[in-house]
């Protein structure tokens, strides 16, 4: 029988035995699901971003996958709430904690394997068969041949819990990452500013009746109306607007002038690649990344001034709440007293945490929350808000985490600039350093990675890929002649691999593109010793 229709054999068989236990499980299941909710409530923030960290292995990870994505819905602050509530019942065997006993942790049964732990529960961190180099040679050498991909073919795959690297073929060569660099970006971000950091947004009395808006760098300040969900909402400018009015009439001022200030960046707002739909003028104040439409992610019309659009908008929705704003918004200078608690802040809103905002930029390869996230490292750094000053911000933060940088540059932090230049080596690097257990405050990077099949940039890819589906969580980078793929997956085995391919001089993107994924699939297939 071909391998694929093996798959889908050993598929049908699991899903009827998992649906058969589903059912089975029925009252005692609840009564462990309500116990490992009030744990899950009580644990801190990181904890809960490790236990999220949930890898499937095999078929059998990959009907639980699909079963619970089914069962479960949308996604909550930029991950499955199947994978939630899974890492709800976890062990506590991965991710920040791998000893034996996981302490505070959720006691109810494992539904889906630990970081490199053996698919079947038994042993700790590591505990599963380690795959060879060359075994994964064997699997990985005849896709590396595939025509599609270029002549320029890089390959490096890392056992996380050895924290060695078992396979590379050029993997030493820098070469250009597109959006694979916002792993990056996301890595330095998280270490320079920390996943619990927000950005401002404020209104400041500059005189006796002008009103500034200050940017801190927040590109999903929304001006539309909040959702009606569970999940933490973004810095809204209509509360903004209302707290803003509140404090203007208890000074009894009805009427001001507008001003705004984003100073917080340096500038160039152009991004070299020019007026793109791709991404917004780099600006501290915009409002829904500038988009002139109701698009939430992908490409959009832009703002030609996002800056002086978001005052616009701000002066219309003060003047709903009965403030008179005289004449046009123009660019303002904040006065230098205004801080936290000072007289002359009327209002502020904050952000959602660096951990959501990475998140969400990895799972949608957010260029516009990509950039920012890179002036936040140079604005932590003490360096200029500029391209220029976040490439030498990332690039030293990088190097605090001994990340091999030989021949990286960081010209930008969204990969839309060829001069961008890393290696596979540096990618599957970064990545175990984001899923090791010493490390909890970069776990948004693979959390926020896009699962196969299923969700951002790899919900249309890998139909057919049964090994791949659900289970390999990678970060796409795509630009004309150049394809990457960057993330983790667990062997069939039970041991979480990080990998990273990398081609340039493609010339066909879609052929390009599936030759990838059968290299990460055949990682996902591989128990290869």
């Known amino acids: 029988m071909p391998e694929t229709g093996k798959w889908q054999v050993r598929w049908q068989s699991v899903h009827r035995s998992a649906r058969t236990a589903t059912y089975a499980a029925g009252r005692t299941a609840r009564t462990a699901a309500a ?21 499937v292995s095999a078929a059998t990870g990959l009907a639980v996958a699909l079963v619970a994505v089914a069962a479960a819905g949308p996604w909550d602050s930029g991950q499955r709430r199947a994978e939630r509530a899974a890492a709800a019942v976890m062990d506590g065997a991965s991710g920040e904690r791998h000893a034996a006993d996981p302490g505070g942790g959720p006691s109810a049964p494992p539904v889906l394997p630990a970081l490199g732990g053996r698919a079947g529960g038994a042993g700790g961190r590591g505990a599963a068969p380690v795959p060879t180099g060359a075994g994964l040679a064997d699997a990985l050498e005849p896709l590396l041949r595939d025509p599609a991909l270029g002549p320029v073919r890089t390959a490096s795959v890392i056992d996380v819990a050895a924290g060695r690297e078992v396979y590379g073929a050029g993997q030493g060569t820098a070469v250009t990452p597109a959006s694979t660099v916002k792993l990056a970006t996301a890595v330095a971000a998280l270490a320079a500013r920390g996943p619990d950091h927000r950005i401002e947004t404020t209104a400041v009395l500059a005189g006796e009746d002008r009103v500034v808006l200050v940017g801190g760098g927040d590109p999903t300040l929304t001006a539309r109306a909040p959702k009606r969900s569970g999940e933490e909402q973004p810095a809204s400018l209509r509360a903004l607007a209302d707290d803003t009015a509140r404090a203007l009439a208890r000074r009894h001022l009805g009427t001001i002038s507008l001003g ?174 984001a899923a090791a257990p010493d490390r909890p405050a970069l776990r948004p990077v693979v959390t926020g990675l896009p699962v196969a099949a299923f969700t951002g940039t790899l919900s249309r890819r890998y139909a057919g890929e049964s090994a791949g589906a659900g289970t390999v969580r990678a970060k796409t980078g795509t630009l004309t002649g150049v394809n990457t793929l960057a993330g983790t997956v667990v062997d069939v085995d039970g041991r979480l691999l990080a990998f990273s391919f990398m081609t340039s001089g493609t010339e ?17 297939n591989c128990g290869c010793r």
């Open 508 to 524: 066909d993107a879609e052929g390009a593109q599936r030759a990838l994924d059968h290299l990460a699939s055949a990682v996902a």
């Open 35 to 55: 116990s490992a909710r009030q744990a899950w409530r009580a644990a801190p923030r990181h904890t809960r971003q490790t236990w999220r960290l949930t890898v």
């Open 260 to 433: 705004y200030d984003t100073s917080a960046y340096a500038g160039p707002v152009e991004h070299p690649i020019g007026p793109n739909e791709n991404i917004a003028p780099v600006t501290a104040l915009m409002v829904d990344e500038a988009r002139l439409d109701d698009s939430e992610h992908g490409t959009a019309p832009r703002e030609s001034d996002p800056a002086r659009a978001a005052a616009a908008t701000f002066a219309e929705l003060l003047g709903e709440r009965g403030i008179t704003v005289e004449g046009d918004p123009g660019p303002a200078a904040a006065p230098a007293s205004a801080p936290e608690g000072g007289r002359d802040r009327l209002a502020v809103v904050r952000s959602l945490p660096v951990s959501s905002l990475v998140e969400r930029m990895l799972t949608y390869s957010d260029n516009d929350i990509a950039e920012a996230l890179a002036r936040q490292t140079a604005l932590a750094a003490r360096q200029p808000a500029s391209f220029a000053g976040a490439g030498t911000a990332v690039r030293a933060a990088l190097a605090r985490l001994r990340l091999p940088l030989s021949g990286a540059v960081f010209a930008d932090g969204s990969g839309l600039d060829r001069k961008d230049k890393v290696s596979a080596a540096f990618l599957s690097r970064l990545l175990q350093e």
